[in-house]
């Protein structure tokens, strides 16, 4: 993480035209300086601008390798990878995460981690857990209890 190759490749993975190819300084032994190290950490940085809190993060974080900066820098864009390969066109049961008098239109316009956070409460509702209805996929999932119950009930 500290001459910001694997970072670039990750946000790579993410969105393709995100970084341009050229700009990025390739590792070459004896030849990565401090600089290059920088450019290459602050184009990944620049990439995820708005895509991410960025909130005390820069590139100093990175260069002086403190984990809690590269860590929230790392599970955000994991979760962004996460949630990048849902496809709606494939689930032909998306109709049940309706709520109210929502259309399935407007069930297919949310995020695909609201989906996501509908699809679990669904399957804990189902299995007769509704006290285990979460809001997000941080903090409400960290005990693995609604995802025991969701795993569950898919796999009776």
């Known amino acids: 993480m500290s001459d910001g190759l ?3 490749k990750l946000i790579q993975k993410l969105d393709p ?6 700009a990025v300084n390739k590792y070459v032994k ?9 450019g290459n950490v602050n184009l990944a940085l620049n990439a995820l601008k708005g895509k991410i809190k960025m909130s005390g993060i ?25 949630v990048k390969s849902i496809n709606l066109n494939e ?4 109709w049940r995460l309706k709520e109210g008098d929502e259309t399935l239109q407007d069930v297919l316009k949310l995020k ?6 509908r699809w679990v409460n669904f399957h804990c509702h189902e299995a007769g857990h509704d006290e285990l209805k ?3 996929l941080g903090k409400d999932i960290a005990d693995s209890k609604a995802m025991t119950v969701v795993l569950n009930q898919l796999d009776k």
């Open 6 to 8: 694997l970072l670039i």
């Open 17 to 22: 035209e995100a970084i341009f190819e050229k």
């Open 30 to 38: 004896g030849e990565m300086n401090i600089f290059k190290i920088k």
């Open 58 to 82: 820069n590139d100093t974080g990175f260069l002086e390798l403190k984990p809690t900066p590269i860590l929230s820098v790392l599970t955000q864009v994991c979760k962004l990878l996460a």
């Open 91 to 94: 689930c032909n049961e998306i």
């Open 112 to 117: 695909p981690e609201e989906i996501l956070i």
């Open 134 to 136: 979460i809001k997000n």
